[in-house]
């Protein structure tokens, strides 16, 4: 048998700009590729997000075809239910905020596809994610992007070192400026096509009818977060009725039903009493939280008690005093600052400059 003289990556292709211009330099980084689209919802009319819509499925179809390209779909919505949607809808019946893209980055995208490219005898996955790997002395990285604004390193925190290792992201070096522009000199049809803003399978963003209809569904799950109780103050003063602890996260100003002639935030949720604490802005802020399920990306013996820690998605990293505990899945964490809202359920990262050390979830 003739020796294989190129080395062959599957890119996961949503159907938008970014794993289109992926699956382009890829090729032009002299890989054999193939890209594949997961269908990750049993019915969906239209595209909003990266749940393979027929639209989104078809628009990774003609980009494929454009680059002369295999391109296969997949059908992932048991695992997808299984390894998100329930996570997701536990989580807001506990009365947390859960990160559903941590899941299913960890669980399909980084962890079915993976497997799905060691059984085709694929060498590599890669993704439209910006983020960067580096290898050093053996050891395999994970860097936030070059584009700040556009870096997406805080939702791979979940990834394997063994994934790291076979994965690859062309767009860690690009802005996304750049992405967009190499696209229209490749003439492909998504170049202009807008980034999704929601969680694909929450239309309209109404997570609160998506998880009572969820949860209603699910006779076996614990339902008293959805069932109304009182609105307290600090001094436990009681101020009206909530709707039920799911609809509601720290921080959240709007839809708490009440006027006390000033701005009130959410700033706890007692799930004993089944009560919603309000009170004014400087009360939402938080300076110590612990940390669970902690996904380490580098030795703990070698991680430094002072690191930088990002609570959400779209904050910037900042200065905290980290102790991990006796069992390392386990930590607490002190801001050098207050931030807003610590919230469970939510992510909380941990990084020393550009590289990720790992991740896990903020706990009540």
Avoid at 170 to 187: F, I, Y
Avoid at 249 to 264: D, E, H, N, W
């Amino acid at each position: 048998m003739p020796a294989r003289t190129k080395r062959k990556v599957l890119v996961a292709m949503s159907g938008g700009v970014d794993s289109s211009v992926a699956a382009a330099q890829a090729l032009e980084l002299g890989y054999e590729a193939s890209g594949v689209t997961l269908k990750l919802l049993p019915r969906m009319d239209s595209g909003f997000g990266c749940c393979g819509s027929p639209e989104e499925i078809e628009d990774a179809r003609r980009v494929c075809e454009k680059l002369g390209i295999a391109h296969y779909t997949l059908n992932l919505w048991e695992l997808f239910d299984q390894k998100v949607i329930r996570p997701f809808v536990e989580s807001y019946l506990h009365a947390e905020t859960p990160n559903p893209c941590v899941e299913c980055n960890r669980h399909l995208k980084f962890g079915h596809l993976l497997d799905l490219a060691r059984a085709w005898e694929v060498d590599y996955l890669a993704t439209g994610h910006y983020a960067r790997v580096q290898e050093l002395d053996g050891e395999h990285r994970l860097l936030r992007a070059v584009d700040a604004g556009k870096d997406q390193s805080y939702a791979l925190y979940g990834l394997s070192a063994e994934a790291l290792s076979r994965v690859i992201f062309p767009l860690g070096e690009l802005t996304k400026p750049e992405v967009r522009q190499m696209a229209r000199r490749l003439e492909l049809a998504v170049a202009d096509k807008p980034d999704s803003q929601e969680i694909c399978f929450v239309p309209r963003r109404d997570y609160r009818s998506f998880v009572a209809s969820q949860a209603g569904a699910r006779p076996s799950e614990d339902k008293s977060a959805l069932a109304s109780g009182p609105i307290l103050d600090r001094s436990g003063k009681v101020l009206g009725r909530h709707g039920g602890l799911a609809q509601y996260t720290l921080g959240q100003r709007s839809g708490l039903g009440i006027a006390l002639g000033k701005p009130v935030y959410v700033v706890d949720m007692d799930v004993e009493r089944n009560a919603l604490v309000i009170g004014e802005a400087s009360e939402a802020y938080g300076n110590s939280f612990k940390v669970r399920e902690i996904n380490w990306l580098a030795q703990v013996r070698k991680i430094s008690s002072n690191v930088q820690v990002k609570i959400r998605y779209r904050s910037s990293p900042v200065e905290a005093r980290l102790r991990i505990l006796d069992d390392p899945s386990l930590a607490e964490v002190s801001l050098a600052e207050p931030q807003w809202a610590p919230t469970p359920g939510q992510s909380a990262v941990f990084y020393d400059g550009e590289r990720v050390l790992g991740g896990g979830i903020i706990s009540r």
